[in-house]
Structures are given as C-alpha cells and as structure tokens.
RNA sequence: CGCGGGGUAGAGGAGAGGUACCUCGGGAGGCUCAUAACCUCCAGACCCCGGUUCGAUUCCGGGCCCCGCAACCA
C-alpha cells in the first residue's frame, strides 16, 4: 500500500521584466501535471509558482515607464498570474519577492549564513555591464562591447558582500553524486563537472548607491541583496520559513519531499549556489531537481526580430486550455530542446484532440445516450498502471500521454470490430448494451488517466458519463 | 585539438545488437455510432567509410554536415 507523502512542488521564478512567454508556461504546465499526478495518487502536495521582482532592470523599466515601481510589478505580477487561468494551473502559492514575507526570510537566511561564516567584504574592480547587471571578464566581451547587450561595460569599483561558495566544492560534489538530484541526469554531469574545475565565491550585493530596488543587506543599509540571496529564497519563504518554521515548512520541506522545476540554463544556480545556500544555512538540500529543455519555433530560437515569437495566450485561444496543455506534455520533448511551428500544432490539435479524443467520446456517448437507460455504474479503480507511472516518476510525459493514445486508438478499434450500433438493431440488443456499457467503461479510464494532463476535458467526459448524455463538442474543428 | 547534442520513409518525431515505431501526408478498401470523423491494407527510411560481431541502423574509430553552451529567453 503507498503511504501519503508531503510533497513540495516549485518552479523558477520568471524575471518579470516582460511578460509571460513559450518557456514559463511550459515550466508551469510540466509542474502542474506532476502536482495534480501526486494529488491523484494521494499525496500531499504544496505546489509554488511565484515571481522575482527586483533588480535593476525592472527599476530601469519602471522608471522609464512612467509608473511607479510598484505599479510596475503589480501590472506583471498581475499578468504572470493570468496564466493560472488561462492553463488551469494549481498552485498552492504565488510568492512576490516583493513581499514582506519574502522580505523577512531573505534578510534571515543572509543573517544564518553571515554567522556561520560565509559571508564576507571585499572590494571588487571590473568592468560592468548594465544589461546584465554583472561583471564581465574580458573574455566575454566581443569588441569591447557586451554580446548580449551591445553596449560597452563600465569600469567601475565597488566593495560587495561575498559568498563563500568555494567552501561548498566537497559538500556539492557528495550532493551531485546522488543520481535523483538532477533530472536529466547528463545535467548532473555538467554540474558535477562544472564544481570540480573549482568555484568562486560569489558577489551577493549590490553598492545601493547603484542600485537600490531591492532588500537590503541585514546591518548594512548601504547595500541592497543580489538576486541569488533574494530570489533563491522564494522556495522556502513560500513555506513561511523563518516565521512558522514547525507548520509548512516542517511538513514539505524538511520532512517532504522536494522537488523543483527549471530550465536547462539554472543549472548551476539552482543546483548548485542554492544548494550551497542551504547547506550554509543548514536546511536540507532540494531532493530532486529537474531541467526542461527550450522551446524553438522553425528551427530558430524565438526571437521577435526573426517575428517567430509564439506567445502562450495565442496558444489558448486557439487550442483551448487542454490543448495548449496537451501540446506542451505530448509533443514537446521534456529535457531536450522541441521545435514548434503552427502548422505541426494544427496538425496534433486536429488528428488527436478532434478526431481522436473528441471523436472517441462523441461516438461512445451518442450510443450511451441512445440506447442505456441510465448512467453506467462505476467502479473507482486505480487509472494509473504501471506503464504510467513509470514515465510519470520520470517526468517522460511523452511516454504516459502516447500510453493514453494508444488506449484510445484501441477503443475505437474495438467499436469497428463488435459494431454495437448495428447489433442494437438486432435481437442481440442485450449483448449491444452490454458492449456499450464496457465502452463507457474504458472510456472512464481514459477519463481518468488525463485528468493530471488534461484536467478540464477529464472532468467533461466524467460528466457525461456520469450524466449518460452525448457532451458539446470537446475540441471544436479549426477555420482555416 | 574547449565542452556537449544530433543526422531514421515526402514532412516532423520516437527507438533499439536480430520483424524499425508514431503523427501528418500519398494510394486502395471497409463502416455509418461519431466532430467529412473511425477501422483495415499498401507504397516509402536508418548520412558516408572502416572496425568489433554469426549478425550493426544500434557498439567502437574516422569523415562530412547541422545545432547548443555562446545573438532580447525557461
């Protein structure tokens, strides 16, 4: 029998300098699939989502904008938080780093790890590029200039708090040794690679003279914290860590198991400064982190120069909630970079949401309606065979959907070979209902085995079965 | 010699030491419960050169070509 697990749930926190794109709604939908999966199967499941909200190009945004700082990040706050909606998501929590909560536990995080010895002043002197607000080597610049921004970086000298990340080198490689800690496990690789060659320390704060949208350091209000210290510490401020240390946070960070979602460009943030942080702070390490992959659009990365950007609102409104979601779980690989382009969307949403799923409902239901005189009695059984969640604790959610079409592709099969429609017309009525009966019962299962994917259609189909009516179309036919 | 991923029917993708699979598209047939849907059958493919092997598209080496880390991203 599988006891009940506390589970937490999290994704990254988007930079909300723009609004929501391609790679957070995958992110989302991917976490949302796993957390409804756990709920299913019975666990406890505190699911996070939330956005980082300070830096310096944010203020620079907003300044330039005409609002106010806070005007600014409420519009995109606001804005990152209609794709709950609009993808059904289930979150339990949407923290803002601009938030007293958050504020609180990252000033109590830096305080731990002051004490225990791993932070430091020192004057650093390099050259700094506003776009990325980071220090650049020579090396990384291109003629002088930023590769990422085009513009030439600053002199400019200023002393900082630093984090003793080199004093974690031993701890990180035990840590990415364990084979659950990255998902995929050729990103544990890179990561354990990248901590072998050595690590640096890391600037944590930022001169506030400089830039000043953000918290500031404990004890020093010349100093505002670096994004590390800052957004890093949404996981757990979700969690009301340090106010309620035995409530939420006990129960799903330090006596669950954690698991946190990001691309595959936060390994090293996520897997290991935040790891690091931790160990510093002497709070359990993330169990188990897992790296999407990017999405790209005609063969090229989206870009809105190149003008193949596709935005997640287009998404639904032209594929509906679930079809959006199908998209992202079926036909997007999970860890390796996927390529989307509208015809191929079209050509997915039609063959398998139209005339497969929708069909296959339509069909069994017309025949349910027209000749049961009730409902079909169901029992409840677990959905999810082994099959499934085996590709579910993998997080290959190719494998569980291509699981679910199959089964699909077999009932209608089944229908064309025992012709219940033409025996219903017969004297072997009662053999006919008895086929149809089995059919709504098959098509209960496949109910149940989207209902982590596809939520809404699972619930559609369970009401018309629970209803014994033929339901409006599940998926409507494109224009064009 | 920086590191890494990849080249599979017309298109897009999966896979595996021995019958190569899926979706769309093409051809033929069936069915009428269904959203011009569904089912069956057919045609059509593993980049090149070596090696290991009874057997390689799969493993190894070399070559050619794409791509990522490294153009406003997760």
């Excluded at 749930?9 to 995958?26: D, E, I, K, R, W």
């Excluded at 929708?358 to 049961?372: D, F, P, Q, V, Y």
């Amino acid at each position: 029998m599988r006891t009940k697990k506390s589970r937490y749930l999290t994704t990254t926190l988007p930079y909300v300098n723009a609004s929501p794109h391609m790679g957070h709604a995958l992110e989302f939908v991917q976490a949302d699939t796993v957390a409804r999966y756990l709920r299913i199967k019975g666990d406890e499941v505190f699911f996070n989502v939330g956005v980082d909200e300070h830096g310096q190009k944010i203020s620079q945004k907003a300044d330039s904008s005409g609002m106010s700082r806070q005007e600014y990040i409420d519009k995109y706050a606001k804005e990152f938080n209609k794709l709950k909606e609009a993808l059904d998501l289930s979150y339990d929590s949407f923290v803002r780093t601009s938030s007293d909560k958050h504020k609180i536990a990252v000033r109590e995080i830096w305080r731990i790890c002051d004490s225990a010895g791993d932070i430091y002043k020192k004057k650093y002197k390099g050259l700094y590029c506003v776009g990325c607000e980071a220090f650049k080597t020579e090396s990384d610049l291109v003629d002088g200039k930023c590769p990422d921004h085009q513009i030439e970086p600053e002199e400019l000298e200023e002393e900082n708090y630093f984090f003793r990340l080199s004093n974690y080198q031993d701890y990180l490689i035990e840590y990415l040794s364990k084979e659950d800690s990255v998902i995929p496990n050729f990103r544990r690789l890179e990561a354990l690679d990248f901590v072998k060659k050595g690590l640096e320390d890391l600037s944590i704060s930022r001169e506030k003279s400089r830039m000043d949208w953000g918290i500031e350091v404990p004890g020093d209000d010349k100093h505002v914290v670096y994004v590390w210290f800052d957004a890093l510490t949404n996981y757990i401020s979700c969690l009301d860590w340090p106010e309620d240390k035995n409530g939420n946070f006990l129960k799903f960070w330090e006596q669950g198991q954690t698991l946190q979602f990001a691309g595959k460009d936060q390994v090293r943030f996520q897997s290991i400064i935040w790891q690091a942080m931790l160990k510093s702070a002497q709070i359990k390490a993330t169990d188990k982190i897992f790296y999407h992959g990017f999405i790209n659009s005609g063969g090229q990365k989206m870009s809105k120069s190149i003008g193949n950007v596709i935005d997640p609102y287009d998404l639904v409104e032209r594929y509906g909630t679930d079809g959006t979601r199908y998209l992202m779980l079926r036909h997007v690989h999970p860890t390796d970079d996927s390529d989307l382009t509208w015809d191929k969307m079209d050509e997915w949403y039609t063959a398998n949401l139209v005339n497969g799923i929708g069909n296959l409902t339509a069909r069994i239901m017309k025949m349910a309606e027209s000749n049961l005189s009730q409902p079909v009695e169901l029992g409840v059984s677990d959905v999810f065979d082994m099959e499934i969640s085996t590709a579910m604790d993998t997080f290959d959610f190719q494998s569980a959907t291509d699981k679910i079409w199959k089964k699909i592709q077999t009932v209608d099969e089944k229908i064309t070979i025992t012709e219940p429609f033409k025996m219903v017309k017969t004297d072997r009525r009662g053999e006919a209902i008895k086929i149809i009966e089995e059919l709504v019962a098959e098509l209960s299962i496949i109910a149940g085995m989207l209902a982590p994917f596809m939520p809404q259609t699972s619930v559609l189909i369970q009401d018309s079965i629970a209803e014994n009516k033929m339901p409006e179309k599940l998926f409507t036919r494109l224009d064009s």
